[in-house]
C-alpha cells in the first residue's frame, strides 16, 4: 500500500531543497509513492546528490515496457554479482539495526562466492544499504529486506547465516565473547524469528534459541533466558535435548520460580535417564542441580539425598579426581552448614578450595562460588576475619572475571558488606578488639 504524496513529500524533504519541491513531487509520482522504491531513492540521494530531478530522469530512462520500479532495479543489478547477492540475502534475514560489516563478509564461504569490501560497495551504491562513515557498520532498511526475502524462495540467506551465529554464541560463558554476542542478539533473535516460517530449519532454530538462552544466563538475564528455553522446549522433540533444556530452564527459573525449577529439574534426571541409561554423567548433574532446588525450597533431606546419589553415580562415572565432583563436594559442604555441622562444612569446604585452585587457578567461578560457601560456614563458626578473606578475594576475581554489573558480584558485595557490619557490631561491643582481631 503506497503512501500518500505528503508522507511521500516529507519523508524526500532530508534531500530536496524547497527549490526542488516541484521536481520532488514529480518523483515521488514517478514512483507511485511507494515506500520501498522511495527509501531506496533517499538513501541514493543521501549517497549521491544529484537531484530529485535527475533521479527521476535517470529512473524514467531505465523503465523498458512495464512499470519498473527503481528496487525492482537495485535488486536486478544486486544479483548480477553472486557475492553482493549472497551478502544482501544474508542481511535480510537480520535485524534492521546496525550489523558489522566484516562479519556479514565472514558469514559467505569463498565457495559459494565470498563477500568483501567490494560486495558491500556494491550494496551500498545500489542503495540496498546503509553504512556508517567508517564502513564498518551496515544496515538494511526492513521494507529491503522484506523485498530481499521475497526474492529468495529457498531462503538461502538463512542458511548462510544460520552457521555463523551459531558460533558466534558458541561460547556465552567467556567474558571474551560477549562483546560479539552482544552486537549480535538483535539480529540472532530477529533470524530465529525468521527460522520459525522454515520447516527444515526447525531444529536450527532450537539449537539457536538454546544458545541464545545460555548467553542471557550468563549475563544474569534470567527471565529472557527462561522464555528462550521455554521456546526451545516447544520445539524439542528427541528426550535428550528435552532433558537438557529443561535443566537449563531449571537453572534460568532458580531463586525466581523455585517450585518450577524444581520441577524442570526433576524432569531432566527423568529423561535423562530414559535417554542414557542409568550412569550417564548428564544424570549426575542434573541430580545436583536438583539438589540446590530442594536446597532454595529448604527441602534439605531431599536435597541431600539427591546430592549424594549424584556424587556417587558422578564418582562411579567419571572418577572421584573430576572436577565436577569437587563441585558437588562444594555443595555438600553447603548443605552440612544448613543442617548445622559447621565442622565437618569447614573441612569440606577448605579441602574443595584447594582442589580447585590446584586445578584452575583462582579467577574461576568453581573458585569464587566455593570462597563464598566456606566464607558463609566461617561467619557461622563466628570467624569473621577469614570470612571477610574469603569474600574479598572472591570478589575481586569476579570484577575481572564478569565484570561490575554481573549478578554475583552484586552477591558478592552484598554478603561481604554483612561481614563488614558483623565485625563493626563485634568492635563496638569490644572497643578492645584491634589490629588483626579487626581486620
Not at 522504491?37 to 535527475?54: E, M
Request: net charge negative; hydrophobic share 40%; charged share 25%.
Amino acid at each position: 500500500m503506497g503512501w500518500t504524496r505528503s508522507q511521500a513529500l516529507a519523508f524526500l524533504a532530508p534531500v530536496s531543497s524547497l527549490s526542488e519541491l516541484a521536481d520532488a513531487d514529480g518523483l515521488a509520482a514517478a514512483l507511485h509513492d511507494d515506500p520501498v522504491a522511495l527509501h531506496v531513492a533517499r538513501s541514493f540521494l543521501k549517497q549521491h546528490p544529484v537531484g530529485t530531478a535527475r533521479y527521476a530522469q535517470v529512473i524514467q530512462s531505465r523503465r523498458a515496457g512495464g512499470d519498473l520500479l527503481p528496487m525492482q532495479i537495485a535488486l536486478a543489478r544486486a544479483r548480477l554479482s553472486l557475492p553482493a547477492w549472497q551478502l544482501a540475502r544474508v542481511v535480510a534475514y537480520l535485524a534492521a539495526e546496525p550489523l558489522q560489516s566484516d562479519w556479514a563478509q565472514a558469514t559467505i564461504p569463498v565457495e559459494l562466492g565470498g563477500a568483501d569490501a567490494e560486495a558491500v560497495a556494491d550494496l551500498w551504491r545500489y542503495g540496498l544499504i546503509s553504512l556508517s562513515q567508517d564502513g564498518e557498520l551496515l544496515r538494511m532498511h526492513a521494507t529491503i529486506q522484506d523485498a530481499v526475502r521475497a526474492a529468495d524462495p529457498r531462503h538461502r540467506g538463512a542458511w548462510l547465516s544460520v552457521l555463523p551465529m551459531l558460533d558466534a554464541f558458541d561460547s556465552s560463558e567467556e567474558p571474551a565473547s560477549w562483546l560479539l554476542s552482544e552486537r549480535l542478539d538483535g539480529h540472532a533473535q530477529r533470524l530465529t524469528e525468521h527460522l520459525a516460517s522454515i520447516r527444515r530449519m526447525r531444529k536450527i532454530r532450537q539449537a539457536l534459541l538454546r544458545r541464545l538462552g545460555d548467553y542471557a544466563r550468563s549475563r544474569g538475564r534470567s527471565e529472557r533466558a527462561a522464555l528462550l528455553y521455554e521456546v526451545a522446549l516447544r520445539l524439542a522433540h528427541d528426550q535428550e535435548a528435552r532433558s537438557e533444556l529443561h535443566f537449563q530452564l531449571g537453572l534460568a527459573q532458580g531463586d525466581d520460580q523455585p517450585e518450577a525449577s524444581r520441577d524442570n529439574l526433576r524432569q531432566a534426571v527423568a529423561l535423562a535417564v530414559r535417554a542414557h541409561g542409568a550412569g550417564h554423567p548428564s544424570i549426575a548433574r542434573n541430580r545436583h542441580a536438583l539438589s540446590h532446588a530442594h536446597e532454595r525450597l529448604g527441602e534439605l533431606a531431599e536435597a541431600r539425598r539427591e546430592l549424594e546419589r549424584a556424587l556417587h553415580e558422578g564418582e562411579t562415572y567419571l572418577g572421584k579426581d573430576d572436577l565436577n565432583l569437587a563441585v558437588g563436594r562444594h555443595s555438600l559442604g553447603d548443605l552440612l552448614r544448613q543442617e548445622g555441622n559447621l565442622q565437618r562444612s569447614k573441612e569440606i569446604l577448605e579441602g574443595t578450595l584447594a582442589e580447585l585452585i590446584t586445578a584452575v587457578g583462582t579467577d574461576d567461578h568453581r573458585v569464587t562460588a566455593c570462597r563464598t560457601g566456606l566464607a558463609k560456614t566461617y561467619m557461622a563458626l563466628g570467624d569473621l576475619p577469614a570470612a571477610r578473606e574469603q569474600l574479598e578475594q572472591a570478589l575481586a576475581a569476579d570484577l575481572r572475571l564478569v565484570g561490575p554489573d554481573h549478578p554475583h558480584v552484586c552477591s558478592d558485595q552484598a554478603e561481604l558488606d554483612e561481614v563488614l557490619r558483623e565485625q563493626l557490631r563485634a568492635i563496638a561491643g569490644d572497643p578492645a578488639q584491634t589490629g588483626d582481631d579487626a581486620r
